[in-house]
Each structure stands twice: as structure tokens, then as C-alpha cells.
């Protein structure tokens, strides 16, 4: 069965400290694709990144990296020099990369990350 | 170029009251996404649209929630009766297609059921 899993349900840390956030997932497929979304106090969710079951390379974009370790079905996100304004609920989410009705949308539960001045 | 627009934003209705949510999804986008989202909760996807067509509508409740999307542009999500336990923020989304797409959120209509 499709799963993800967030363990981490807050995560609080100090302006300009490294974090970690986790994302577990579960999949019979071979084909999938994993998303990272934002979603800020307003409430709109905005998308981060996707990355596709075939492609672990790591990536970077200016203070976030993710690592996509299927090995142990990973795909965690980290914030460097954290600031205040990544303080939000951060989801991580799994799609089924068939385009059928049978293709499953699923989202974790989220990591509530505050951000300390 | 607009984002996914939904309305109301906010709606306050007493339990056994019929309420519709509208959504307008960006121009172009063949897939809809209808989610709800509870307190502290991911969003869980009630139905998905490849155009006018619901291709997975498996965690509707059916018995009270009904959806449309008749020209495959805008969509409206009903539920009547409405039970206390739907209090929740109902997300439409969009993207181009199925599967590997990112999808664009609207801001949510926030419902509570007294």
C-alpha cells in the first residue's frame, strides 16, 4: 500500500541553525514521483521540488537540499542557515507516475518547523 | 498569470445544511483536485478530474458529497447534509496533467459546521 510517513511533527529550531526534516514513503511501483511542498501561515501550499523514482541525484537550490536515498525509501529536506520566514508546515507527498485511475496522489502528515529569531 | 482561484474563503453553516465550494483552476490545467484537510493533517484527496472526467473519486464520502466539472474548467464541490465532522479547509488544486505534474493550490475554503 502507498504511504508516507513524517515522523517528525514539529520541529523548532534557532534562526540560522541546519535542519533536517524527514519523509518515509511506501510503494509497490517502480515508477513514482516525490514532492516537497510548503505551506506557510496563509495557508496556500506552494511546491518546492519533485524528483522521479529513477533520478537520486541530490539536489540543491540556494538554502534547501534534498537527499533521495531509495535504499532505505527517503527523501528528506534540508533547510541551511534557517530564517525566520521558513517557518511553516512542510509536506511531503508520493504520486504514482501512472497516468491511469489507478494512480494514487498521497501526502504525509506534515512537520510544523518554527523558526526562533 | 492567475493562480487557482476558490471560493467562498470562509463558510460558517449549521449541521444539515447543503454547501457548495467553487474553484477555478489555471487556464490549461487538464487535471482538478478536489483535498480536504483537517487540523494538523496532510491534505487527503477526495476526487481527482482528468478534464470532465472524475478518474478517482474512491475517498468521496458519496452518500452527502457530490462534485462536478461539466465543461472541464471550473469545478464545485457539494455537500449536503453537512455534519460536524466536515469542519475542515477543502483545497482545490490543478496541474497540467496526472503523475509526475506539480500542482498548484488555491487558498482553500475554510468550512465550519456548528
Known amino acids: 500500500a502507498q504511504k508516507v510517513t513524517q515522523a517528525q511533527t514539529e520541529i523548532s529550531v534557532v534562526e540560522k541553525e541546519d535542519v533536517t526534516l524527514d519523509c518515509v514513503y511506501e510503494?509497490?511501483?517502480?515508477?513514482?514521483?516525490l514532492f516537497w511542498y510548503k505551506q506557510p501561515p496563509s495557508g496556500e501550499l506552494v511546491f518546492l521540488i519533485r524528483?522521479?523514482?529513477?533520478?537520486?541525484q541530490n539536489e540543491i537550490s540556494g538554502r534547501y537540499s534534498w537527499n533521495f536515498q531509495k535504499s532505505t525509501s527517503s527523501f528528506n529536506f534540508t533547510i541551511t542557515a534557517s530564517q525566520v520566514v521558513d517557518s511553516a508546515v512542510y509536506f511531503c507527498?508520493?504520486?504514482?507516475?501512472?497516468?491511469?485511475?489507478?494512480?494514487?496522489?498521497?501526502f504525509g502528515s506534515g512537520t510544523r518547523l518554527s523558526i526562533r529569531p | 498569470e492567475a493562480g487557482v482561484v476558490q471560493s467562498p474563503r470562509y463558510k460558517i453553516i449549521e449541521k444539515k445544511q447543503p454547501v457548495a465550494f467553487w474553484c477555478n483552476p489555471i487556464?490549461?490545467?487538464?487535471?482538478l483536485y478536489w483535498y480536504r484537510q483537517n487540523l494538523g493533517q496532510g491534505p487527503e484527496l477526495l476526487i481527482r478530474?482528468?478534464?470532465?472526467?472524475?478518474?478517482?473519486d474512491s475517498q468521496l464520502p458519496k452518500d452527502r458529497f457530490s462534485a462536478e466539472r461539466l465543461k472541464g474548467v471550473d469545478s464545485t464541490l457539494k455537500i449536503q447534509p453537512a455534519e460536524l465532522g466536515d469542519s475542515a479547509v477543502y483545497l482545490c488544486?490543478?496541474?497540467?496533467?496526472?503523475?509526475?505534474?506539480?500542482?498548484?493550490f488555491g487558498p482553500g475554503t475554510r468550512l465550519t459546521v456548528t
Open positions: 488544486a490543478s496541474s497540467l496533467a496526472s503523475g509526475s505534474y506539480e500542482q498548484y
Open positions: 510503494t509497490r511501483d517502480t515508477t513514482y514521483y
Open positions: 524528483r522521479n523514482s529513477f533520478d537520486e
Open positions: 507527498a508520493l504520486s504514482e507516475a501512472r497516468y491511469s485511475s489507478a494512480s494514487k496522489i498521497i
Open positions: 487556464s490549461g490545467h487538464n487535471t
Open positions: 478530474y482528468e478534464n470532465e472526467e472524475a478518474v478517482d
